[in-house]
């Protein structure tokens, strides 16, 4: 199973970044995540969605991100009035069989 994420950069605050995950992998994909860690900080949850209808965000970006089910084996996260505690590197993340994948990170910083 790989992950392939893309679409990060460096914003101002108050803009907008999609980030986007595929996977290549033969078994079917249900579970779909965004994962960011700041520097100095522990990895954390931001955004989960299961078969692309229950979904979950923390709390510090509920109301502003938006994970998003693509396709069978893409998602997105689309990241709108963005922060400078926003800054991180964000991984996409799946669930197979009890198992974790992650993609190998793209880098967000938002700054002025």
């Known amino acids: 199973v790989q992950l392939q994420a893309s679409g990060g950069g460096l914003v101002q605050p108050g803009e907008s970044l999609r980030l986007s995950c595929v996977a290549s992998?033969?078994?079917?994909?249900?579970?779909m995540a965004w994962y960011r860690q700041a520097p100095g900080k522990q990895r954390e949850l931001v955004a989960i969605?299961?078969?692309?209808?229950?979904t979950t965000y923390s709390t510090s970006v509920k109301d502003r991100f938006t994970i998003s089910k693509e396709g069978a084996k893409n998602w997105a996260l689309q990241m709108n009035t963005l922060k400078p505690e926003d800054t991180a590197v964000y991984y996409c993340n799946t669930v197979i069989r009890g198992e974790n994948f992650w993609g190998q990170g793209t880098l967000v910083t938002v700054s002025s």
């Open positions: 992998t033969p078994f079917v994909i249900n579970t």
């Open positions: 969605t299961t078969s692309g209808i229950s």
